[in-house]
């Protein structure tokens, strides 16, 4: 199998990596590579007796130190220890993680089990530990997702799954939440000029440990499910390639987000993964985050999250996923308003200005040109704009799907155009004239009428329907 593997981990000699659930799974095999490679790894296990099993397996220059993230109290125990015996950290390895297929549980805060330790204890973890990853010249932190975020929304209605709780949609929800805490860490970062950058990685369907936790529920049908799993995934070092690529590559940016590249991103080879929709959407981000901090009380302060948590209202789109440094241009991008706030036609949804569009949005928003400049009035909210002729457009009441006849203009005599929400079937009769030489074909001009048809009552694009001829 060709692509990344653990042989171009460089040396880790001098570096400090904290690694939480290190005494099995990708866990262990993260910390074992890294160990191997002369890093100092502080194993961050609940379980401390497995924990100095799992080191004295390992070898190397390794420490364990119990640490329960579905526990604030052992979360700030571990660490205030851990930044006063290690100032300097150069590598946080956010990996443990919870999966339970049973009843709801609780964690020791009261907390949904799933939401409470894959995301609010390494939230926690986290924040309490940047001033001693903001003392290392390029730090990093390493969160690990999982491939059922891609299917998981929030609902910060019920982020604790209170009301009609399904075990699986609440391990993805979790999942989702650590994946936009990865991200908005990273957006944060870059916006205060940190050297430390923020990685997310997934590991696909790995043959580790949590599966057969997961169906212990269910007693022996659980353990021939379990076992009926295990023969679809992949082995558990294949498993770790990305967050150990993410960990030590030294060619990673901050935000980027790795992950097996075959079959689903299930397994294979270590490539760039696809983030859910709202992994980047940042008034989403902004909410968990805001949440996150109330629910753990770590906020700005004195070890905390200090400036990172003051940092201004998220970026969009391209803006809020440019490289390390700033946009793409390399200035510095005006906000824009979120997804969920957007509205049509370049307006808000309280009707206030949404200030100036950037990238695609000003290229082709609501009709008008890349240039700026407006091809034609905007229409009503109640009166649908139709095509006349070449580009002409006038107001029309709402009719359904229906066609409407247009008279020639002036520009082009005898050119009749059909409405964009006219049947695909139906064709108006043309005379041919020099506008179809400027028409697009092809691929190009299929888009344009689907593009008219969909979006009538929305946004028009700058350029006619095709004239038919009869």
Not at 87 to 93: H, N, Q
Not at 339 to 362: D, F, I, K, N, W
Request: aromatic share 4%; proline share 7%.
């Amino acid at each position: 199998m060709t692509g990344w593997t653990a042989d171009r981990i460089p040396d880790q000699h001098g570096r400090v990596a904290v690694v939480s659930g290190a005494n099995s799974g990708l866990g262990l095999v993260t910390a074992t590579e890294l160990a191997r490679r002369g890093a100092r790894v502080v194993l961050a296990v609940r379980n401390t007796a497995a924990g100095e099993e799992a080191a004295r397996r390992m070898g190397g220059d390794v420490e364990v130190r119990e640490l329960d993230l579905a526990s604030l109290a052992s979360v700030r125990a571990f660490a205030t220890k851990l930044a006063a015996d290690h100032p300097v950290i150069d590598l946080l390895v956010n990996n443990a993680g919870l999966v339970l297929l049973g009843p709801r549980r609780t964690s020791a805060d009261g907390f949904e089990l799933h939401f409470g330790t894959n995301l609010l204890g390494h939230f926690a973890l986290t924040g309490l530990l940047l001033g001693s990853l903001s003392a290392a010249p390029a730090a990093r932190v390493v969160s690990l997702s999982s491939i059922t975020h891609k299917n998981a929304h929030l609902d910060f209605d019920d982020l604790m799954s209170e009301r009609d709780y399904d075990a699986a949609r609440a391990y993805g929800r979790s999942k989702l939440a650590a994946t936009v805490f990865g991200m908005e860490l990273d957006r944060r970062l870059r916006g205060v000029g940190s050297s430390v950058a923020s990685v997310l990685a997934h590991p696909g369907l790995t043959r580790t440990n949590l599966t057969p936790r997961a169906w212990e529920h269910r007693g022996r049908v659980g353990r021939m499910i379990a076992r009926g799993g295990l023969l679809v995934t992949q082995p558990v070092e294949q498993g770790a390639l990305p967050q150990l690529r993410a960990a030590t590559d030294p060619e990673v940016r901050g935000g980027q987000f790795f992950g097996p590249g075959s079959f689903f991103e299930t397994r294979g080879p270590v490539v760039e993964a696809r983030l859910n929709r709202d992994a980047t959407d940042p008034e989403i981000a902004r909410r968990l985050w805001e949440t996150a901090e109330r629910l753990t009380g770590v906020s700005g302060g004195a070890g905390g999250w200090g400036l990172v948590a003051q940092f201004p209202a998220p970026l969009q789109g391209a803006a809020a996923r440019a490289p390390r440094g700033g946009a793409a241009d390399g200035h510095s991008p005006a906000p824009l308003q979120s997804a969920a706030t957007r509205a049509p036609c370049g307006g808000a949804a309280g009707g206030h200005s949404s200030g100036p569009l950037q990238g695609v949005a000003a290229r082709a928003s609501c009709g008008g040109a890349a240039d700026g400049h407006s091809p034609g009035p905007l229409r009503s909210q109640g009166a649908p704009q139709v095509f006349q002729g070449r580009g002409e457009l006038r107001d029309q009441p709402r009719r359904g799907r229906t066609r409407q006849r247009t008279e020639p203009t002036e520009r082009e005599p005898g050119v009749q155009g059909r409405s964009p929400r006219a049947p695909v079937g139906r064709r108006m009769r043309s005379s041919r004239t020099a506008a179809t030489a400027h028409r697009p074909t092809g691929t190009v001009r299929r888009a344009h009428r689907t593009v008219h048809r969909i979006r009538a009552d929305r946004c028009l694009l700058n350029y006619p329907p095709r004239p038919y001829r009869s």
